[in-house]
């Protein structure tokens, strides 16, 4: 019996959180999936009740469960809270991959037809959609490296990398690249930071046992302009961890919105059941609009297919999901955030039971058929 940790955390977390719960009880029984799905604070709820914004309990869950979905954490709240380290981001997320030693970020970008117009690229650009996946390292770097000091007149972040991290994180995009389009781009700042020269010649090393991937290199500055440029010229892209934090948020404002990206943070954990790992939308808690009902949960729910396919090996539940939610767009439902002038938004709940009516009406189809 697969276990989920569900960390709903802070600002919109617990609405977008519902509806994927919501969706995968309804895949249950079609797929023989179940599931224990078991709650823990985590983020500025957590600091709130317990003084820590990832509690002993919470984070003893997770390390005894198959996966955990996470919804966001953190807000303007939370952010003068001292020492800094018991901030919800920095008390909470990285800690979580550390401890769990989640070091590969899949953060795949796509752009379906439906959602054409809701993208700010031109129409000749987007046209026939967008299919990017971006691999980030997702535990080494500046995010981590030590000496990190601020005495209010000067302020240190310490880049470190070693050869191991990038070896690993290099063979997880080669795999995802061989499975997809056969393309790697390795995105670095070779040009100046020692980090990225020796990220590129351990990549390039790495490459040899993938002669069938096509391999390039490019500057991070000249990834973020092709990616508005030209996007449909990357398959996947693998880069570092800052790197990577920008390039897959700017991947994702060209599929509409923050709202519609998934993603997956894994190890080399194996469970009973698959990879282990922990699964997010890649946007923020976005307090400013916490608690009205309007927050797009397709990020989240996409999410849950990527815990399915990675994590439970539920492959054909997981691309139930991604049917029913490409229904559901083709239908012309959009949330706010995907809205274009002319169209009346839905509300995060009528886009969750609109995503189960057609996993429903899929699952009776087939009965049928």
Same mark, same amino acid.
């Given at each position: 019996?697969?276990?989920?940790?569900?960390?709903?955390? %802070?600002?919109?977390?617990?609405?977008?959180?519902?509806?994927?719960?919501?969706?995968?009880?309804?895949? &249950?029984?079609?797929?023989?999936?179940?599931?224990?799905? /078991?709650?823990?604070?985590?983020?500025?709820?957590?600091?709130?009740?317990?003084? =820590?914004?990832?509690? $002993?309990? /919470?984070?003893?869950?997770?390390?005894?469960?198959?996966?955990?979905?996470?919804?966001?954490?953190?807000? $303007?709240?939370?952010?003068?809270? #001292? $020492?800094?380290?018991?901030?919800?981001?920095?008390?909470?997320?990285?800690?979580? !991959?550390?401890?769990?030693?989640?070091?590969?970020?899949?953060?795949?970008?796509?752009?379906?037809?439906?959602?054409?117009?809701?993208?700010?690229?031109?129409?000749?650009?987007?046209?026939?959609?967008? %299919?990017?996946?971006?691999?980030?390292?997702?535990?080494?770097?500046?995010?981590?490296?030590? $000496?990190?000091?601020?005495?209010?007149?000067?302020?240190?972040?310490?880049?470190?990398? /070693?050869?191991?991290?990038?070896? !690993?994180?290099? !063979?997880?995009?080669?795999?995802?690249?061989?499975?997809?389009?056969?393309?790697?781009?390795? @995105?670095?700042?070779?040009?100046?930071?020692?980090?990225?020269?020796?990220?590129?010649? @351990?990549? =390039?090393?790495?490459?040899?046992?993938?002669?069938?991937?096509?391999?390039?290199?490019?500057?991070?500055?000249?990834?973020?302009?092709?990616?508005?440029?030209?996007?449909?010229?990357?398959?996947?892209?693998?880069?570092?961890?800052?790197?990577?934090?920008?390039?897959? %948020?700017?991947?994702?404002?060209?599929?509409g919105s923050l709202g519609m990206l998934p993603s997956a943070s894994l190890g080399t954990r194996q469970t009973a059941f698959g990879t282990f790992g922990l699964y997010e939308p890649c946007h923020?808690?976005?307090?400013?609009?916490?608690?009205?009902?309007?927050?797009?949960?397709?990020?989240?729910?996409?999410?849950?297919?990527?815990?399915?396919?990675?994590?439970?090996?539920?492959?054909?539940?997981?691309?139930?999901?991604?049917?029913?939610?490409?229904?559901?767009?083709?239908?012309?439902? !959009?949330?706010?955030?995907?809205? @274009? /002038?002319?169209?009346?938004?839905?509300?995060?709940?009528?886009?969750?039971?609109?995503? @189960?009516?057609?996993? &429903?009406?899929?699952? #009776?189809?087939?009965?049928?058929?």
């Amino acid at each position: 019996m697969p276990t989920i940790a569900v960390l709903a955390g %802070d600002g919109i977390g617990p609405e977008i959180i519902a509806e994927a719960k919501k969706v995968l009880v309804a895949l &249950e029984e079609r797929f023989d999936l179940d599931l224990t799905l /078991t709650e823990a604070l985590v983020g500025g709820v957590a600091y709130d009740e317990t003084g =820590h914004p990832l509690p $002993p309990a /919470t984070l003893e869950l997770c390390k005894q469960s198959d996966a955990i979905l996470l919804g966001a954490v953190g807000g $303007p709240k939370y952010d003068a809270i #001292e $020492p800094a380290d018991l901030r919800p981001e920095r008390g909470a997320l990285l800690p979580l !991959r550390k401890h769990l030693e989640l070091f590969a970020n899949l953060r795949p970008a796509t752009l379906s037809p439906a959602l054409a117009s809701s993208s700010p690229l031109r129409a000749d650009i987007v046209e026939g959609g967008l %299919d990017v996946l971006v691999v980030r390292e997702l535990t080494g770097g500046l995010y981590f490296g030590q $000496p990190k000091s601020n005495d209010g007149e000067r302020a240190v972040d310490t880049c470190v990398y /070693t050869k191991p991290e990038i070896v !690993r994180i290099a !063979r997880i995009a080669f795999e995802a690249a061989r499975k997809r389009g056969k393309k790697l781009c390795s @995105v670095d700042k070779a040009n100046v930071l020692e980090t990225s020269r020796l990220w590129r010649t @351990v990549v =390039h090393e790495v490459a040899k046992e993938y002669p069938d991937v096509d391999v390039s290199d490019m500057l991070v500055d000249n990834c973020a302009m092709q990616l508005v440029r030209n996007p449909r010229q990357f398959d996947v892209i693998v880069t570092e961890n800052l790197f990577g934090d920008v390039l897959s %948020d700017e991947a994702s404002m060209l599929c509409g919105s923050l709202g519609m990206l998934p993603s997956a943070s894994l190890g080399t954990r194996q469970t009973a059941f698959g990879t282990f790992g922990l699964y997010e939308p890649c946007h923020g808690s976005a307090p400013d609009i916490a608690g009205q009902g309007i927050a797009n949960p397709l990020a989240t729910i996409l999410s849950a297919a990527m815990l399915l396919r990675y994590s439970l090996g539920a492959e054909d539940a997981a691309l139930a999901i991604e049917s029913a939610v490409a229904s559901v767009l083709d239908s012309g439902l !959009r949330t706010a955030d995907i809205a @274009v /002038t002319g169209e009346t938004p839905v509300g995060t709940a009528e886009m969750g039971d609109a995503v @189960v009516a057609a996993l &429903e009406s899929d699952g #009776e189809s087939l009965a049928r058929d």
